[in-house]
């Protein structure tokens, strides 16, 4: 149901970056800049910068289902994307408030391990999420190395990036969306669902961007709220990354980081 205004609404769970490039930051800033009223529950507290990830403190399971109950009890959420999870306690918490509210947009972006090398979520953490909350979503978004951790497979091109979308699909999500910005060749984005599987061409765009697997997760849970069909919202998450990659800006001695202000930056007023 949507507000009592009309207006979609959006909840993140997820970790806190320092760096803003990421994870609750990244995803409130992207609800905001489709055009979604944003919600969030912080999984974790992270010391980053355009480096990479220096040190994790994650929350205890209990804060983490409360912050979830409030504002589901409250605002409500037509979509729920979830990033950050850390340890098989919070994917427990996470799992038992979400099929509580039964959301029908879950987006899973199964955050494993930073580009940076940083384990973010441990075996057992894994292991819950494969279990307890892949079930639960309506689509999941690894990119290449997560796609091959969650299908127990190597993913290096097409075809194993599809095999691996079949794979986890068999463990419960309505739909799996398999990420190219890995791909030696241009980025193809697969969609794998129980009808067959889809591709999603876009453009190689040079910047190595802080944060790109957030924006389109977050993206994708947007256009979701907002009540667009599946093929269409990551036609559109895939064109918002393109367009924010093409205003990164490097503002670190490290990755650039994606422009996530809003509005659009092709729609700002030029002086």
Request: hydrophobic letters at 45%; proline letters at 4%.
């Amino acid at each position: 149901m949507r507000g009592r205004r009309g207006r979609p609404r959006a909840l993140s769970i997820a970790g806190s970056d320092s760096s803003g490039g990421a994870g609750v930051q990244a995803d409130v800033a992207t609800f905001a800049a489709v055009g979604v009223f944003a919600t969030s529950a912080v999984t974790a507290v992270t010391v980053q910068d355009s480096l990479g990830v220096h040190a994790v403190h994650v929350l205890e399971p209990r804060l983490v289902r409360a912050q979830i109950d409030a504002v589901l009890d409250d605002l409500g959420a037509d979509a729920v994307k979830t990033g950050m999870l850390g340890t098989r306690g919070i994917v427990a918490a996470v799992a038992a408030s979400l099929q509580r509210s039964r959301s029908a947009n879950l987006v899973i972006d199964p955050v494993i391990r930073s580009t940076s090398g940083a384990e973010l979520l441990d075996r057992a953490g894994v292991r819950a999420l494969c279990d307890a909350l892949l079930p639960l979503a309506r689509v999941v978004t690894p990119n290449l190395s997560e796609a091959a951790v969650l299908a127990g497979m190597e993913v290096h091109d097409l075809p194993s990036a599809e095999e691996a979308g079949r794979r986890i699909l068999r463990l419960g999500p309505q739909s799996v969306v398999v990420t190219g910005g890995h791909l030696v060749a241009d980025p193809v984005d697969l969609l794998v669902d129980r009808t067959g599987a889809r591709r999603f061409r876009g453009l190689r765009i040079g910047s190595d961007a802080h944060g790109t697997g957030c924006a389109f997760s977050a993206a994708l849970a947007a256009h979701l709220a907002q009540g667009r069909e599946l093929d269409e919202a990551v036609r559109a998450a895939k064109r918002f990354v393109e367009e924010r990659l093409r205003a990164a800006a490097l503002l670190g001695r490290g990755r650039p980081q994606l422009d996530l202000r809003c509005p659009s930056p092709s729609r700002r007023r030029r002086p």
